[in-house]
Structures are given as structure tokens and as C-alpha cells.
């Protein structure tokens, strides 16, 4: 899950955050072709309507992924879903995805969502983080 | 669900609608410059202290070769939220 929106309709429309957000798959395989597909859709300028999409996905009780599944996702979200069926079959993030993976694993993290604030680790509820984002407003810690 | 879909309503005002490549133009301008500040920190040692966090390790993800966030938002906004997720 993402705890992101509401920290993005209150910061990030007024100028005053800048939110990235790195998918890595440290659940397992259906994870690791969720990210990909988010890749995919992001080859096209649709990683945000797609990423929102799988989320929402789970909210409405799927409960797992295939690539049938993600690729249904896609209806409407992407410009060419040929080309995003292309994309998934064909593996291309799957190197880029684990590596993004064992590296965050490295670095110790061990759950998601995990988020920093200036590159400082931060719990990943809607409160800690609206406290941090106002700490670095007001001139940092 | 609700709170996901207003993330596309959020971007709204820096381009609406179909102007998904141009925010990641813009995006990847960002990116470079948060990406600058985030190495400089890391080079300098700066520890930010208080607050209870824990500093990102030097060998800063988003300042590194497997490097591949997305972005949303200002290029120049001040404070920057880096967000690791699992679709699962």
C-alpha cells in the first residue's frame, strides 16, 4: 500500500514536495510482475494511472496477480497496450526491478512501504510523515 | 481507493490531462537536482539529527545505478519524499 495521496494533494500541489516513489518486490514474484508492469505502463507516461490502478486492484479484493490480470489493468490506462502486453512479456525491467530490490534489501529495508523525508527514514504513516515534511518546511530538524 | 485516484487530479494543474510525458520530462530535471543535493549530503556527512528518524545510508538508493523512482511534482520543492512500495 502507498500512503502517499493525501501528503500529495496537500504538499505536492502547492509546490512545497516533491514525491518519488521506487516499486520493488520484496514480496515475491507477483510483486516482482506488478513492478514490471508499472515499468511498462511507465514507458508510455502512465505509471501513476496504472500504479493507482493495481493498488485500487487490491482494494476491490484481487488477490493476486498474473500477467493476464496486470494486463487487464492496463485497458484504458495505457496509450498501446500492445506494446505494454510486448513490454511485460518480454522481461525487460525484471533484471532492473531485482536489482532495485536487492539493493533497497541491503540498505535495510525490510518492509514497505518505507519512506524517507529528505533522506531520512521516516515511519510510513500519514501523521510521521506530514510531521516531517513540516519540519523540513520550517528549516529542517 | 478514492485517495489513489486523486493523485491524477493532482498533476491536473501541472499540465492536465495527456500530459503525462511532459511531467516526466520535467520529472527527470528534478530528479537530477534532488539527486545532486541527496550525493552532497551523503558525501558531507551531514546528519540532519533529532527527530527520531534514521539517516538513509550514504549508499543513498536514489543515488544509485538501480535507480529507477518516479516522480511527481516540483523540481524545486523544498523537501523531498522518497517512497520504496510493493505492489503486493
Redesign the interface.
Known amino acids: 500500500v502507498s500512503v502517499l495521496p493525501p501528503l500529495e494533494e496537500e504538499f505536492v500541489t502547492s509546490g512545497r514536495l516533491q514525491v518519488r516513489v521506487q516499486p520493488i518486490a520484496i514480496l515475491g514474484r507477483e510483486s516482482e510482475l506488478a513492478a514490471e508492469a508499472a515499468e511498462c505502463a511507465g514507458e508510455q507516461g502512465s505509471f501513476w494511472q496504472y500504479s493507482d490502478a493495481v493498488f485500487a486492484s487490491q482494494a476491490a479484493g484481487e488477490t493476486a496477480f498474473s500477467r493476464d490480470s496486470l494486463e487487464r489493468l492496463a485497458e484504458g490506462r495505457v496509450a498501446d497496450r500492445a506494446a505494454f502486453a510486448s513490454c511485460l512479456a518480454s522481461g525487460r525491467y525484471r533484471e532492473a526491478v531485482q536489482a532495485s530490490t536487492a539493493e533497497a534489501r541491503a540498505q535495510g529495508i525490510s518492509s514497505v512501504p518505507a519512506t524517507f523525508v529528505n533522506g531520512r527514514k521516516v515511519p510510513a504513516t500519514v501523521d510521521a510523515l506530514r510531521s516531517a515534511i513540516l519540519v523540513e518546511l520550517a528549516g529542517g530538524p | 481507493?478514492g485517495?489513489?485516484?486523486?493523485?491524477?487530479?493532482?498533476?491536473e494543474?501541472r499540465g492536465g490531462r495527456g500530459a503525462?510525458?511532459r511531467?516526466?520530462a520535467l520529472a527527470a530535471g528534478?530528479?537530477a537536482a534532488?539527486l545532486a543535493v541527496?550525493i552532497a549530503?551523503?558525501e558531507t556527512g551531514v546528519d540532519?539529527?533529532?527527530?527520531g528518524?534514521?539517516?538513509?545510508?550514504a549508499?543513498?538508493?536514489?543515488a544509485?545505478?538501480?535507480?529507477?523512482?518516479?516522480?511527481?511534482?516540483?523540481?524545486?520543492?523544498?523537501?523531498?519524499?522518497?517512497?520504496?512500495?510493493?505492489?503486493?
Open positions: 481507493v485517495r489513489r485516484a486523486s493523485r491524477a487530479k493532482a498533476q494543474p503525462g510525458w511531467l516526466y528534478g530528479a534532488a541527496l549530503l551523503a540532519r539529527g533529532g527527530g528518524g534514521t539517516p538513509l545510508p549508499a543513498d538508493a536514489t544509485s545505478a538501480t535507480d529507477r523512482s518516479h516522480v511527481l511534482g516540483d523540481a524545486a520543492a523544498p523537501v523531498t519524499l522518497l517512497e520504496y512500495s510493493d505492489y503486493r
